[in-house]
Each structure stands twice: as C-alpha cells, then as structure tokens.
C-alpha cells in the first residue's frame, strides 16, 4: 500500500476501511441474532468464559496482524458488549421476556 500523501486521503481510506467494517459488524450482527434462538438463559447469552476466549483470540490476531493488542481488547469488549445488549434484546423477545429492569 502506498503512502497517503494528504490528510484528504487518509480520511478517505479510513472512511473506506469503516464501510467495509460496517458490512462484517451487519454480517456478525445476523448471526449474534441467530445465536439467540439456541441459548436457554441470560446466562447463555453473556457466556462470559466465551467473551473471555474471543478477547483472547482478538488479542493474539491483532499482535501478529501488528495491531496493538490492548486498543484489540478494547475494541472486542465494546462490540461484544453491544452485541450482548443486542442479544439479550432478540432472546427477550423470542422468549417473552422482559428486560425493563437491565
């Protein structure tokens, strides 16, 4: 990749690098949805020893992809948290359930 010559063509390849970020979180987002209908409980949805595999694995993939782990870490935990609330959200309404007090 070259080297962007203006701060004009930095934001348009971030801008271009955040569509492409929105079509997999619409992508993951299908399937935290779809995950929804197999889990029983709350408690299957937050699963937080699988929250604590996949911060691991983000870490690990972002030090060999040269992506600093802890901003990874940072980044998984906020969209693993949004995806629980979103989660919890389409279990509660497959469910019946009522999430009035969270």
Avoid: N, Y
């Avoid at 399937?31 to 937080?48: C, H, I, S, T, W």
Wanted: aromatic content about 4%; charged content about 35%.
């Amino acid at each position: 990749m070259d080297t962007p010559e203006t701060l004009a063509d930095v934001r348009a390849r971030i801008d271009a690098i955040d569509g492409r970020l929105v079509r997999l979180l619409a992508e993951r987002e299908g399937l935290v949805r779809a995950a929804a209908a197999f889990k029983r409980d709350e408690q299957g949805v937050r699963a937080p020893d699988r929250v604590e595999r996949v911060v691991a694995l983000a870490r690990e993939r972002a030090a060999d992809a040269g992506l600093s782990p802890e901003v990874a870490e940072t980044v998984w935990r906020a969209m693993i948290g949004a995806f629980i609330d979103l989660e919890l959200d389409e279990h509660a309404t497959r469910r019946g359930w009522s999430r009035a007090a969270d």
